[in-house]
């Protein structure tokens, strides 16, 4: 099963071109998890600016939405936010430096010296340009995956950190519950859908089943409300409606094996786990109506190459014809 790229591709296009061509315009793009991300850049004042916004937004920056801007977007301005968005950073295009233009007057040794400049200027910008494009296309994947890595990193630096919990989709919750040398993850999942819930289950058998041949695989089974663990941390599953659509999913990381290292990818695999299931439920149903389609075609091409024999007329002993067709 592939990854899925946690860089926005449609902001990352966009962001590059906004910033090297200095176009004032506008891009929307929504995402996964009812997210929104909105570009401006204004050439006025030659400014990148990104607003964000998700239906959990609250209650996933009181977790880790500091440790989230300390780590990702301290190098930019937080900006006042925007209505309809609950983030905002800008980014002064002005840092950049200018290219040295060439005199008319100079000889081939100055300006071969002017091209040099001009080159390791052009190479510096570059990179510069391509941090805000990683930063910014990847601000759901920031936001979304701070949660995971202020809890490995305190964990890797001595400290205790706090369990928490957020709703992950409108009829969905991820429970995580650190200890001092790692952390167990609760996933709700839910599908509503016959189809998507049992893909579901079969790529999450898949999942459990592939440990068995993966070095150092986090314990990843199927749980319950009745957890023990669950519940001493959060006694509210108790009162939790069960919902016949839904499954809980539990896998605990350790210190040593998992996390002492290395913690972004991780997090990008953990914050994005749900989209991860829900690509691949998506991609399989589209396999199985090629399948299907493909069988479909082929018994229809078999129909066309029939021959039936012809119709003929059958007769009696006696030579009187019966009516009767072959």
């Not at 009812?34 to 990148?48: E, G, P, V």
């Not at 301005?77 to 968005?85: Q, W």
């Not at 928490?164 to 790692?182: C, G, L, M």
Request: charged share 25%.
């Amino acid at each position: 099963m592939m990854l899925i790229d946690p860089q926005n591709k449609l902001l990352k296009i966009q962001i590059m071109d906004l910033i090297t061509n200095k176009l004032s315009r506008i891009v929307i793009s929504k995402d996964y998890n009812y997210s929104c991300t909105k570009l401006q850049y204004q050439a006025d004042n030659s400014r990148l600016y990104v607003s964000f916004t998700c239906f959990n937004f609250k209650d996933i920056f009181e977790i880790a939405g500091n440790y989230m801007i300390q780590k990702y977007y301290k190098d930019y301005n937080l900006e006042p936010v925007e209505d309809g968005f609950n983030l905002t950073f800008s980014f002064d295009a002005k840092i950049a430096k200018s290219e040295p233009k060439i005199p008319k007057d100079a000889d081939e040794a100055q300006k071969a010296e002017i091209q040099e400049q001009r080159a390791l200027i052009r190479a510096e910008n570059q990179k510069l340009f391509e941090k805000v494009t990683n930063d910014f296309s990847s601000i759901r994947r920031n936001f979304y995956a701070a949660a995971f890595e202020q809890t490995f990193e305190q964990i890797n630096s001595g400290t205790q950190p706090k369990k928490f919990k957020y709703q992950s989709r409108e009829n969905e919750t991820v429970y995580v519950i650190p200890e001092r040398d790692a952390v167990n993850i609760f996933y709700e999942i839910s599908f509503s859908d016959n189809v998507d819930r049992t893909l579901a289950n079969l790529i999450v058998t898949e999942i459990i089943d592939a440990k068995k041949n993966v070095k150092n695989s986090p314990p990843i089974a199927r749980s319950n409300y009745q957890s023990t663990i669950l519940k001493q941390s959060f006694p509210e599953v108790l009162n939790v409606k069960q919902d016949p659509n839904s499954q809980l999913i539990t896998m605990t990381l350790f210190q040593n094996q998992h996390f002492s290292k290395n913690i972004e990818q991780l997090s990008t695999f953990l914050q994005g786990l749900r989209q991860y299931l829900h690509y691949h439920i998506h991609a399989s149903k589209t396999y199985l109506h090629t399948r299907i389609i493909k069988r479909i075609n082929q018994f229809q091409r078999s129909l066309q190459l029939c021959q039936f024999e012809p119709e003929v007329e059958k007769k009696g002993d006696d030579g009187l014809n019966l009516g009767l067709k072959a």
